[in-house]
């Protein structure tokens, strides 16, 4: 029997968005069979920092933890896209000190997590649907936030949920940035794919290293 707890932002905690749909947590359970639980403690519009709030009510019994949050935190800096520069390098460097903050704060939060001595994955921060106006700057300007997880996660052996691929259709999403109910369904996919691992040659959908 497995427990997995999902902890961090709207991507997990996405029941108001779905127009009574099935939320992520219900639908990780319907990919899961019967002897595995699972827990949503993530809350809808969480950044970094709320993480170490909700590991405080992770149950005793949980087996496994998975994080997506870092989405809140980017949408906190989106006033650097309409500041002025006079060249290229200006604009990186204004991203860069972001990327040293975020990077610091994420890889705190995931020492927390970790302590917890559990299997865990963290989900990259996913794409706007590709029909929304600015798509190309969003994914340009999310890779630095990107390459803050995937440092952090591969820096602690940390499983990749990578949700860039996982939700790559516009039906993947309710708003530019909540899942749907069929993006939640990949995402439960996904989770499922890192809880209960397919036999090999099976198509990737966790990258790990």
Not at 31 to 52: F, M, P
Not at 67 to 84: E, F, K
Not at 150 to 158: E, L
Request: some cysteine.
């Amino acid at each position: 029997m497995g427990h997995v707890v999902l902890l961090g932002d709207s991507i997990f905690d996405n029941g108001r968005y779905v127009d009574g749909g099935p939320d992520v947590v219900a639908q990780v359970r319907d990919a899961l069979s019967e002897d595995w639980r699972a827990t949503l403690l993530a809350v809808d519009g969480d950044v970094i920092g709320g993480v170490a709030r909700q590991l405080r009510s992770v149950p005793p019994d949980a087996t496994h933890l998975v994080v997506s949050v870092g989405g809140n935190d980017a949408l906190g800096y989106r006033h650097l896209l309409q500041r002025p520069v006079d060249s290229v390098p200006e604009a990186l460097l204004a991203f860069h000190d972001v990327q040293r903050d975020v990077g610091r704060a994420y890889g705190s939060m995931l020492d927390g997590v970790t302590a917890r001595g559990l299997p865990v994955a963290v989900c990259t921060i996913y794409d706007t649907p590709a029909s929304e106006p600015g798509y190309a700057v969003v994914r340009t300007a999310l890779a630095f936030f990107n390459d803050c997880i995937t440092r952090a996660a591969f820096a602690r052996d940390v499983s990749v949920v990578d949700l860039r691929l996982v939700c790559d259709d516009d039906g993947d999403y309710a708003n530019p940035i909540e899942p749907s109910v069929q993006g939640g369904r990949k995402i439960a996919a996904a989770i499922s794919a890192f809880l209960l691992p397919g036999p090999p040659g099976s198509r990737p959908v966790v990258l790990a290293r």
